[in-house]
């Protein structure tokens, strides 16, 4: 059974950085693809970024191009999102998604990710 573990979320001010973690126990990500997604209050879950394990291949969307960064750890079971130049807009609890399969491409899809975690909250204020 595999669980999802979120950490690092917190304060910081407009222009900050901050660095999520999200980490596995009980299966290997060797073969899946993670997802990191964000949900601010009053609005769906948004797809913001994601890794294909085996390669570290990643994608993002536009609105975090150049300022979110997906890397993971040698061991292959903690994967990081590195935020930067955080902006108000950004507000909002945070979840890695696993999608244990092989795909070309990492879905955008909220439905095809079958592992959660329980987010952590990130808040952009001055």
């Known amino acids: 059974q595999l669980r999802l573990v979120e950490s690092g979320g917190g304060l910081v001010q407009p222009g900050g950085s901050l660095r999520l973690s999200c980490a596995a126990s009980?299966?290997?990500?060797?073969?899946?693809?993670i997802g990191w997604f964000r949900q601010a209050p009053g609005k769906e879950r948004e797809y913001i970024s994601c890794?294909?394990?085996?390669?570290?291949?990643?994608s993002e969307v536009q609105s975090v191009k150049g300022r979110f960064t997906m890397s993971t750890d040698n061991n292959k079971n903690t994967v990081y999102l590195q935020m930067s130049s955080l902006e108000p807009e950004d507000t909002a609890v945070y979840y890695c998604?696993?999608?244990?399969?092989?795909?070309?491409?990492?879905?955008?899809?909220?439905?095809?990710?079958?592992?959660w975690g329980q987010g952590t909250q990130v808040t952009v204020s001055s």
């Open positions: 009980g299966g290997t990500l060797i073969n899946s693809d």
């Open positions: 998604a696993v999608e244990p399969m092989f795909r070309e491409t990492c879905s955008p899809n909220v439905q095809d990710y079958p592992y």
């Open positions: 890794m294909k394990v085996y390669s570290g291949r990643t």
